[in-house]
């Protein structure tokens, strides 16, 4: 009976060993990380020092621009300390500065919000390449995954694009997301008047 439960404990030093704790995977704008909602209480849940976090997120990303979303993944151990991991802005956010639109298409298949040529594709891929989760990706793939992307946000890609025509474009693009933001403005009045 002792040497039973003399492995029963052993069993359960081993067992108290293994750490179920999952990684935190969250964007946080470059330079702006602060204790409060919503990285705060992500932080305090996973008994994490918030104040060092932030102080050492904000000095690792003083040379990037301030308020562009950076992926970031962190990785909890045992003593507290914490493994932190900053990947590359999203894709989503290179191929709407590339085609120099600040929001995406409301309707990506049926509707166009900028365009970009294949150049600008395979300048996001170089820049991409560099994050871990895709480092020992072909950069074709890269170039697949970023044209669907590049869909999804309805942006067009294409040869050659002549400035002057795209310059007229978007003075007729911002026209269009001005009556969106009306539409959606008036939706939400609507709701508001039938919820009181």
Request: charge should be positive.
């Amino acid at each position: 009976m002792s040497k039973s439960v003399a492995r029963l404990k052993s069993m359960k030093k081993v067992a108290d060993k293994i750490d179920h704790s999952s990684k935190l995977r969250t964007n946080i704008p470059a330079g702006m990380a602060a204790a409060g909602p919503p990285l705060g209480p992500m932080l305090g849940q996973r008994n994490i020092n918030i104040a060092a976090f932030c102080k050492d997120f904000n000095e690792r990303t003083a040379n990037i621009k301030q308020g562009i979303p950076l992926p970031t993944r962190v990785k909890l151990n045992s003593d507290r300390s914490y493994q932190l991991v900053i990947h590359q802005p999203p894709a989503s956010y290179f191929l709407k500065q590339a085609a120099g639109v600040s929001r995406a298409a409301m309707e990506p298949v049926r509707e166009t919000c900028g365009k970009i040529t294949y150049k600008h594709l395979y300048e996001i891929a170089k820049i991409k390449q560099q994050d871990p989760p895709l480092e020992w990706k072909p950069l074709k793939d890269i170039c697949i995954m970023l044209i669907a992307t590049a869909r999804s946000c309805g942006i067009e890609i294409v040869k050659e694009l002549d400035p002057k025509e795209y310059g007229e474009f978007l003075q007729d693009r911002k026209k269009v997301v001005e009556e969106q933001k009306k539409m959606l403005q008036e939706k939400r009045e609507a709701k508001m008047l039938r919820t009181a």
